[in-house]
């Protein structure tokens, strides 16, 4: 990590819905949450509560420095809408192969 760059992981109660057009693409209960200076928390899904029979994957990879290679999967109408790192780096493992969505809205704690 550098300097004033910090990343925590942990594992999340909160009641987590992502929809797209009206329809649920994910609904969770045991997200797990990842805290990163500067950036929003954000929910990474277990791929059980993901519609992935929904998603396409995407040509679009990313690299992270603190996090490792993101791989991304696509709507017909939403192109990269959630990525995922299938082979993260160890300070984030607990994120592996759990999907992340840009919005997705907290329903409360269970």
Excluded: N
Aim: include cysteine; aromatic fraction near 10%; proline fraction near 9%.
């Amino acid at each position: 990590m550098t300097a004033g760059h910090r990343i925590t992981v942990e594992q999340g109660t909160e009641h987590v819905r992502v929809t797209h057009g009206g329809q649920v693409l994910a609904e969770s209960r045991r997200p797990v949450l990842l805290f990163e200076t500067g950036l929003p928390v954000r929910y990474y899904l277990p791929p059980e509560d993901v519609r992935t029979d929904l998603l396409t994957p995407s040509d679009k990879r990313t690299h992270c420095p603190f996090k490792g290679d993101a791989s991304y999967w696509s709507l017909p109408e939403a192109p990269d809408l959630v990525w995922s790192y299938l082979d993260p780096k160890p300070e984030v493992a607990a994120v592996k192969g759990h999907y992340c969505f840009y919005d997705t809205e907290v329903l409360g704690t269970s």
